[in-house]
T-cell receptor
């Protein structure tokens, strides 16, 4: 079945450091790919998405590129802030049939001043 | 109040108790969802309602019983739960079923089963 694998956390960085959270997927067909963010005490929020190969999703300084050849959608940010501390979830949605979201386990990021 | 709200935010219950989780959305959406978020496991979709009709039930044990009396409210009735049911239960809504562009999540109810 469809699945998402993302790097184990927790990840701890200093402010202004570079961030990469790896995400790979297994899916039949051509999924759409997503990153969600969950700030402490809040629900998940859609951070960015990409719907086809080579698309780049971006938002709030975060970027992720849909790489079909490596079945990956790694999340990157060049300079993290304390306010980026949260849990990040990679997810996919297959087209056609049951279009529900399939999530990874989440990666907790802590950014220290 | 806007968005998706959930009550209570925290709940501790014994295995013989009966309790209910409530979710309310003020977005005019037609679809609502229950998810289970356990530590170190992927988010699990439990139930999906579209226009108050249950359209998906992902092999959830019968000790979890959903109810959707109208498009703005969703309940999860709990009875004779097990300690492994302890988790964060998230409610979400979207304009149409599986429409991720309009999907909003509530803050969740942290459930502890003793």
């Amino acid at each position: 079945g469809d699945s998402v694998t993302q790097m184990e956390g927790p990840v701890t960085l200093s402010e202004e450091a570079c961030l990469t959270i790896n995400c790979t997927y297994t899916a039949t067909g051509y999924p759409s790919l997503f990153w969600y963010v969950q700030y402490p005490g809040e629900g998940l929020q859609l951070l960015l998405k990409a719907t086809k190969a080579d698309d780049k999703g971006s938002n709030k300084g975060f970027e992720a590129t849909y790489r079909k050849e490596t079945t990956s959608f790694h999340l990157e940010k060049g300079s993290v802030q304390v306010s980026d501390s949260a849990v990040y979830f990679c997810a996919l949605k297959t087209q056609g049939g049951s279009e529900k979201l399939v999530f990874g386990k989440g990666t907790k990021l802590t950014v220290n001043p | 109040e806007t968005g998706v709200t959930q009550t209570p935010r925290h709940l501790v219950m014994g295995m013989t108790n009966k309790k209910s989780l409530k979710c309310e959305q003020h977005l005019g959406h037609n679809a609502m969802y229950w998810y289970k978020q356990s530590a170190k496991k992927p988010l699990e979709l439990m139930f999906v309602y579209s226009l108050e009709e249950r359209v998906e039930n992902n092999s959830v044990p019968s000790r979890f019983s959903p109810e959707c009396p109208n498009s703005s409210h969703l309940f999860l009735h709990l009875h004779t739960l097990q300690p492994e049911d302890s988790a964060l239960y998230l409610c979400a809504s979207s304009q149409q079923r599986y429409d991720t562009d309009t999907q909003y999540f509530g803050p969740g109810t942290r459930l502890t089963v003793l």
